[in-house]
Each structure stands twice: as C-alpha cells, then as structure tokens.
C-alpha cells in the first residue's frame, strides 16, 4: 500500500482544515488507516483510526469532539476533518496502514509522507 498525505497548510486557532490520504492498491478496505502526528521534538503520536469498514473509530484524548477521521474505500481515501484546531496541533501529520486494528505507531506497517499542519493563534 502507498499513502499520499495532503490537505495541511496555515489555519489561525479555532478554524478548520481536512486532510486527505489516497492509497494506492486494491485492497485498501481491509486496512485499518490511522493519522498520527510528530511535532518538532516530540514523539510521533496517535490521533485517530478508522477499522476497515468505517465500523469503529478511535481518537487520542486530546483531539476527541474536535476532530472527526472518516473513510471512502470507493475513493481509497481516508479523511481527518479538524476542527477547532489549537496551536498545539501544530504537527507534520502523517496517515498510515495496518491490516491489525492497532494504534501504536510502531505497528503501522505503510506511512504516508507526512503534511504540515500549522495553527496560529
């Protein structure tokens, strides 16, 4: 599976901003897709995922009720709409891939490329 993140970009504290991963390959509906995000000096950390079907969803206390992750396996595209956003989202968020329903980077088989998020405030 390859992963093409976009979507980041300048967005002041309280706005909003979608990103996007389209995934390459036949089989993107059996993969769970998670977004993390590293910011300078920090770990790279879970935000959210999605199981294969869009079923189940799971999100990092400090995103909860803000952001929303999403799925079109006819698109094999996978979403994470922000909304709210603080300056303490400022990260490079990155999508990833796993046919296990996991959220702990280390376990994410295929990483997308990353896309910079930045919130002014």
């Known amino acids: 599976v390859q992963l093409q993140a976009s979507g980041g970009g300048l967005v002041q504290a309280g706005g909003s901003l979608r990103l996007s991963c389209a995934a390459s390959?036949?089989?993107?509906?059996?993969?769970?897709m998670g977004w993390f995000r590293q910011a300078p000096g920090k770990e790279r950390e879970f935000v959210a995922a999605i199981s294969w079907r869009g079923g189940s969803t799971y999100y990092a206390d400090s995103v909860q009720g803000r952001f929303t992750i999403s799925r079109d396996n006819a698109k094999n595209t996978v979403y994470l709409q922000m909304n709210n956003v603080k300056p303490e989202d400022t990260a490079v968020y990155y999508c990833?891939?796993?046919?296990?329903?996991?959220?702990?980077?280390?376990?994410?088989?295929?990483w997308g490329q990353g896309t910079q998020v930045t919130v002014s405030s």
């Open positions: 390959g036949r089989t993107f509906s059996s993969y769970t």
């Open positions: 990833a891939a796993d046919r296990r329903l996991v959220t702990t980077p280390s376990d994410y088989d295929y």
